[in-house]
């Protein structure tokens, strides 16, 4: 079945590092893909997305590409800031429109 | 401002008891999603509609009930036969497939 892989957490970084959290994903036929980012006690909000392959979704300085030959969908930022510290959610929209999650990696950014 | 509203954002029950989490949407969207969420753990699919008046399963149905009477409200029914119903839930919704989900707040459960 369709799944999704992501790296452990916590990742831990300086304010203004470069931030890559790799995600993988297993499905048949051509999900759409995204990165919705969870703050402390919320709800998760859609961060980035790409329908096709080798599409960027690109939001707030993140950025991912679609890479259909090796089934990824890296998140990255060029310098974080402490606000970016959160939860990040890799996830694929199947056939139905259901959406699959990955188990969330935690960054954590100090200045 | 559109969005969804899922109330209350704390819920503490007895052992035994039903309870009912609430969901509405404005947004005018078909598909509506309950998720739960387990400390350090990902988001598992509980039930899932397209359109008003149907609903499917999804992975962890087991224990719970929703109804899809209107558009705008997928109340879901945590059952007193779901074995551990302790957890942080979501309702989301979507406008069309490819599109991701929009989600409320959530709802933290506490059964004690």
């Known amino acids: 079945g369709n799944s999704v892989t992501q790296m452990e957490g916590p990742v831990t970084l300086s304010e203004e590092a470069f931030l890559t959290i790799n995600c993988t994903y297993t499905a048949t036929g051509y999900p759409s893909l995204f990165w919705y980012v969870q703050y402390p006690g919320e709800g998760l909000q859609l961060l980035l997305k790409?329908?096709?392959?080798?599409d960027k979704g690109s939001n707030k300085g993140f950025e991912a590409t679609y890479r259909k030959e090796t089934t990824s969908f890296h998140l990255e930022k060029g310098s974080v800031q402490v606000s970016d510290s959160a939860v990040y959610f890799c996830a694929l929209s199947d056939n139905a429109d259901k959406l699959i999650f990955g188990t969330g990696t935690r960054l954590q950014v100090f200045p | 401002d559109g969005g969804i509203t899922q109330s209350p954002k704390y819920l503490f029950r007895k052992e035994g008891q039903n309870v009912t989490l609430s969901c509405e949407q404005n947004l005018n969207h078909d598909a509506m999603y309950w998720y739960r969420q387990d400390p350090g753990q990902g988001l598992r699919l509980i039930y899932y509609s397209q359109i008003v008046n149907d609903f499917q399963k999804g992975d962890i149905a087991e224990g719970y009930s929703v109804s899809r009477e209107k558009k705008e409200s997928f109340p879901l029914t945590v059952t007193s036969a779901q074995k551990n119903p302790t957890a942080f839930y979501l309702c989301a919704s979507s406008t069309s497939p490819g599109a991701g989900g929009f989600f409320g707040q959530g709802t933290r459960l506490t059964v004690v």
């Open positions: 790409a329908t096709k392959a080798d």
